[in-house]
């Protein structure tokens, strides 16, 4: 008889993934049997990178540090959380907290996720280093000039770099 693989469920959308995300996953795989990138995201919204660029950004970070075989990296579009979480028989959602502003926003998520199916939701406190650190800050900062160095996979600076300050 083999056991329950634990699968965890890590969502966003990745637009794009910066290193706090994967401090977060790494942390992840390092208590479950497997993670899943969860890229969620809406066809009406267009992101600054495709949802395949978004999966592959992610994937190519993932094989770098040596998670290949513990993530995988999936994309889906209009729908709930939980239904995505059943779909994979995931256990658990594992989510990133830089600070109370993240756990404000997330709680209520959580608790609503709990309520429809019972799927727990586990914060992880990101590391100090990256607390300022997110998408929308990111590419901000890349689009005016700024150096994103460290904020993001080398990969991922170049292709903002190329998108947001062409022209």
Known sequence: MSERVRRAVCPGSYDPVTNGHLDVVVRAAATHDEVVV?????????????????????????????LAG???????ADRLLVDV?????????VKGLRGGTDFAYEL?????NRHLTG?????????????HVSSS??????RYGG???GLVPDEVRDALVARLRAG
Do not use: W, Y
Request: glycine share 6%; hydrophobic share 50%; with cysteine.
């Open 85 to 93: 979480c059943r779909d994979l028989g995931a256990d658990v959602v």
């Open 38 to 66: 969860a890229i969620l995201h809406n066809p009406a919204k267009q992101g600054t990178f495709s949802v395949p660029e978004r999966v592959a950004f992610v994937e190519h970070a993932v094989a770098a540090a040596g």
């Open 108 to 112: 209520p998520m959580a608790r609503m």
């Open 137 to 142: 800050l990111v590419k901000e900062v890349c």
């Open 119 to 131: 799927l727990e939701t586990v914060f992880l406190p990101g590391d100090p280093a990256l607390e």
């Open 70 to 76: 513990t993530v995988r990296v999936e994309a889906f």
């Open 147 to 149: 150096d994103v160095d």
